[in-house]
């Protein structure tokens, strides 16, 4: 069939739903459509069989919908309605909840029932974490059903109110500001978690510190620390410890709260945020190695088991900037230190990479130089990776992956994604050439001609389609929360294969052969020149797109001037 996707962002879920519907061989268009007028545009230029919308805040206008089959993806059980479902949901601590597959008619989240599919929360979940997995995964059994059911001609859609309701669903308003607010001197801990989880990545929580009006993204509980409700305690690995009226909690994102009608401020590691400001905040600091027992929060964590070492972090929005990337190859070398003879890298349950963190560059005094500065620091840790000789690893893509982290990733000599995973390899829609040695790295892995095709339409890739193509050696097909385990198991019995020095061996001597013939330092070299000139030419549309993507702002039109999240390092 001929499907249209229309979304107001060509965010995650759109992303794999567009992916997964391509390899279940419809052909498949995607529109970002802001306003309901786009929606029109859209659907008169393609003329779709069927319409899908994964993610749309705009209303669909009546001569569509009255017209044409459209379905839209609401993120809640059948009689959940409103727009912020998930927000609810999450800061009343539902344990279970669903997505339903809804056709479009006047009343917003009303019409008839395609398919539906329920989902558990995890307690202590982000709502753009469990967007991107419980519930992505739930909306794709949902909208895979439903277009299957469409297909067939002879389905009929149920009356909503028909079919039986998850109690907590009902008809909610829009969750307020005034809502969202954390009163510190009042609210434990657990309901700290709960707000801030609940605004996760979007739109973050309302708040006032240290003089100044920001939004919080993001928190993880303190275990340790305790002091006065609201009073910055310690500082770690870029974010803030607070109290709370009972215990503490970190926060590990700031955005600058701007006047209306000025431009967004960028969302920033806390302590970068803050500046100055944090003068006398005592820095709590992070072990180059730090041990998954370790109860105080970081982003990064180590554990061993035997012959498997497992290194594990977690970067807001798989952004990673240029002391992320210094930090983690510092970890990487140490792990590399110890007698282990598999190292996994990854293996967290979201984000693997995103590659260079465009709102810390966006943000920076000299955003070009700050550009080379992340950059050299990615390549820096790529290059770890791809000269490890004397163990085998593993790279352990537990969510999405975008352009250098991808080419992250196939430095490794495994490549191993949960089946819920969306991968974009490619740099073209940050006007980028790319770097993180992927014109060694990604033909070596698919042939050159499939590496070109990938970096020049710049589409999604759904995990299956990447094992096909090569890009990954194995697909777990698992719960978000089981891939930790999963991937684990799978590093002990490779540590226990009995051919596993012999793979070891070869791995050195192909090592030492490609390196005789493509230095990586000459594959270094060339990709930074092109990327130097890009940087560095105030015209390039790298900027005003990079401007753009980390401000949530409109894209600018032109050659070369289209982009789309999972291109660069921001939330998808």
Known sequence: ?????????????????????????????????????????????????????PMLKAAVPRDVWSARTCLIVHPGPVGDRGPSSLDWALHEGVADWGVTVLQAEEEMDAGPVWATAPLS????????????????????????????????????????????????????????RRT?????????????????????????????????????HGGRPEHRLRGRPGELLATRAGAVCRATADGAVWLPELRARTPAGTPRACKLPAVLALGER???????????????????????????LGPVGVLSFSFPGGAMSTGHCRRLLAAYRAACERPTTVLVLGGARDFFSNGIHLGVIEAAGDPAAESWANLNAMNDLVEAVLTTTDRLVAAAIGGNAAAGGVML???????????????????????????????????????????????????????????????????????PTRFPAEVTRLAERWAASPGLQARLAA??????????ITPLAAVRERELGRMRSIFYDPGAPYH?????????????????????????????
């Open 409 to 479: 990733a196939l430095a490794a000599d495994e490549v191993w994604c949960r089946s819920g995973s969306v991968l974009n390899p490619h740099y073209r829609r940050m006007g980028l050439y790319g770097s993180e040695y992927w014109t060694y790295s990604l033909p070596r892995r698919v042939g050159a001609p499939v590496a070109e095709r990938l970096t020049r339409e710049a589409l999604p890739v759904g995990a299956a389609r990447a094992r096909d193509l090569g890009l990954v050696d194995r697909v777990v097909d698992c719960a």
């Open 278 to 304: 944090l003068a006398g905040v005592p820095e709590l600091p992070v072990p180059v190695l730090p041990s998954a027992d370790d109860t105080t929060w970081t982003d990064i964590r180590y554990r061993e």
């Open 180 to 216: 969202r607010r954390i009163a510190w001197a009042e609210d434990p801990t657990a309901t700290v978690l709960r707000k801030l989880r609940a605004a996760d990545s979007q739109p973050g929580v309302p708040d006032e510190l240290l003089g100044a009006e920001w939004f919080l």
């Open 121 to 176: 929360v995890p307690a202590d979940t982000g709502k753009s974490d469990l967007y991107r997995n419980e519930l992505a995964d739930a909306a794709l059994d949902a909208v895979l059903t439903a277009v299957e059911r469409f297909a067939s001609g002879c389905h009929t859609p149920l009356d909503q109110h028909t079919l039986p309701r998850t109690p907590d669903a009902r008809t909610r308003p829009p969750m307020l």
């Open 507 to 516: 791995k050195k001597a192909e090592s030492e052969r490609r390196e005789a």
């Open 1 to 53: 069939m001929r499907i249209l996707l229309i979304a107001s962002a060509c965010n995650s879920l759109t992303q794999r739903v567009h992916a997964e519907l391509r390899e279940h061989g419809h052909r498949v268009a995607v529109e970002v459509t802001p306003r309901s007028e786009d929606v029109r545009t859209a659907v008169a230029r393609h003329d779709p069989d069927l319409v899908v919308a």
């Open 544 to 572: 005003a797109l990079r401007r753009a993507f980390v401000r949530k702002e409109t894209a600018p039109s032109g050659p070369g001037a289209a982009r789309a999240p999972g291109s660069g390092s921001a939330d998808a």
